[in-house]
């Protein structure tokens, strides 16, 4: 089957609450959405750069710019989901970009065969047990209103974000109000040095799941030393660009666990080799998140549901991000996502809601 064009369509979507991290505010998420198109079916992808390049180097305006000049011109026009990242492996880093154009592919090729993302990347669950993100609020009273809110919706864990100067207090408000048994972790995105270790060791005392990201993206051997000095997990996020920076993360000891975005790593069958390596070296897994609406959320929860996927992701409910999702709503049940098991993605975005939230389109033929 030929690819016979491709759009790259740009949407605004305003978040229901501004989200706030160590690194910045979001209040309207920005996203660029390819669509492979082909005469039998057409696919989707979700690039997860946000407008800045505060979480990484990647932004959407550089996503879009590479893809139409280096990514989507070296595309092979046979659509082959295994051919995409050897023909754009060439290009350093984009890797959000690749992902999102391996991810619309994928689902392309899916739909003509009719097999879903779960199956073909090898789920063996039919729903995902759910947590939630929940960022740096302005007060305490705040983020426990926040909490017991998502807690009350039914999410089976809760990650706090943290940084400097919200940290140990937050943490510990939240755990002396909602008890021992929430299953509570957090997530500094990079925010701290080696010299904050003996500070963070004090989070010690809160019995959490891990802690994510404390140190710097390319700090592999200070995450290492830091494991050492604190007994909290490390799991890292913006430090495992590849399977091969989680080999080499697992063989120093930088970390615990492994949060696996997609996006972050290159694509859906990246994401699915880190997969491999940690369950084969017992290092837990789970589905982290960008805020993505329903196209990127899809495939998410499909990953989420292979068997090394032991811990809750941030893969929340379409309502945690947006009043009204590009697709038909993803809904918690019991604290769970079902996974689709339609062809491809499973899901597809509402025309009417999609054109509201346009801002631009371009056309790209092949
Ligand atoms: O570090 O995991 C992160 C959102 C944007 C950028 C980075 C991160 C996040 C989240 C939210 O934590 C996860 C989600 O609910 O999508
Ligand atoms: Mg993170």
Not at 80 to 86: N, R
Not at 153 to 158: D, K, L, P
């Amino acid at each position: 089957m030929e690819i016979t064009g491709i759009e790259l369509r740009r949407i605004a979507m305003p978040l229901v609450a501004p989200f706030r991290t160590s690194f910045g505010t979001e209040t309207t998420r920005d996203v660029l959405l390819v669509r492979v198109v082909t005469p039998e079916a057409e696919g989707w992808g979700e690039c997860v750069a946000m407008s800045e390049p505060l979480y990484s180097s990647e932004y959407v305006d550089a996503a879009a710019d590479v893809l139409r000049r280096f990514l989507i011109p070296a595309l092979p026009r046979e659509l082959d989901p295994q051919a995409v990242g050897p023909a754009l492996a060439p290009f350093k880093g984009h890797r959000m970009a690749k992902a999102a154009l391996e991810a619309a592919v994928l689902d392309a090729s899916l739909r003509i065969t009719g097999e879903s993302f779960a199956r073909y990347l090898g789920a063996t669950r039919d729903r995902v047990p759910c947590g939630v993100s929940v960022g740096i609020m302005g007060s305490v009273a705040e983020l426990l209103d926040t909490v017991g809110a998502y807690v009350e919706e039914g999410y089976v864990r809760v990650k706090l974000k943290i940084g400097p100067g919200w940290d140990v207090t937050p943490v510990r408000a939240v755990r002396e109000r909602f008890g021992e048994d929430l299953l509570l972790q957090v997530d500094a995105n990079a925010a701290y040095t080696l010299a904050d270790a003996r500070h963070l060791a004090r989070l010690d005392d809160f019995d959490l799941l891990l802690i994510e990201q404390p140190l710097a993206d390319d700090d592999l051997v200070q995450h290492a030393r830091l494991a050492r000095s604190i007994r909290t997990p490390i799991c890292l996020d913006e430090s495992i660009e590849s399977a091969a920076h989680a080999a080499a993360a697992i063989s120093l000891g930088a970390c615990s666990v492994v949060n696996i975005k997609p996006g972050r790593v290159g694509g859906y069958l990246e994401a699915r080799r880190i997969h491999d390596l940690c369950r084969a070296h017992g290092v837990a897994v789970w589905c982290g998140g960008m805020l993505e609406t329903g196209i990127g959320r899809a495939a998410n929860v499909a990953l989420a549901a292979l068997p090394g996927f032991t811990l809750p992701g941030d893969t929340s409910a379409s309502r945690r991000y947006f009043h009204t999702d590009v697709t038909p709503p993803f809904e918690l049940d019991g604290g769970h996502l079902d996974v689709p098991d339609g062809p491809g993605l499973g899901v597809d975005p509402v025309p009417d809601v999609l054109d509201k939230v346009t801002t631009a389109t371009e056309w790209i033929s092949l």
